[in-house]
Nanobody, 121 residues
Framework: QVQLVESGGGLVQAGGFLRLSCAASGSIVRPNVMAWYRQNPGKERGLVAA???????VYGDSARGRFTISRDNAEGALYLRMNSLKPEDTAMYFCALKNRFVGWPITYDYWGQGTQVTVSS
């Protein structure tokens, strides 16, 4: 089993920044991919960014150019630096992990409980 615990969400003004963290523990198997998704009530969960254990990154359209995903494999940590935040970035942000990654598209094995990000205008 794997546990994913997100932190770093909060309330920020438009134009500001936040850094989300995800602490992963348990049976993390390489190769793997970790990702950030976000979701608002009544809407589908959407990809923000993903990163493989070798550092390959993929960004969703909403994140490209403003957000940076990174990870520390030794610490089992995933990060998301979010700059130039907009009110439309308001959402619950979830961390996800896919063990034994073989290719895209991915169905993630594990999800965290989420951390709320609220951007005020």
């Amino acid at each position: 089993q794997v546990q994913l615990v997100e932190s770093g969400g909060g309330l920020v003004q438009a134009g500001g920044f936040l850094r989300l963290s995800c602490a992963a523990s348990g049976s993390i198997v390489r190769p793997n991919v970790m990702a950030w998704y976000r979701q608002n009530p009544g809407k589908e969960r959407g990809l923000v960014a993903a990163i493989s254990d070798t550092g390959t990154t993929v960004y969703g359209d909403s994140a490209r150019g403003r957000f940076t995903i990174s990870r520390d494999n030794a610490e089992g940590a995933l990060y998301l630096r979010m700059n130039s935040l907009k009110p439309e970035d308001t959402a619950m942000y979830f961390c996800a992990l896919k063990n034994r990654f073989v290719g895209w598209p991915i169905t993630y094995d594990y999800w965290g409980q989420g951390t709320q990000v609220t951007v005020s205008s």
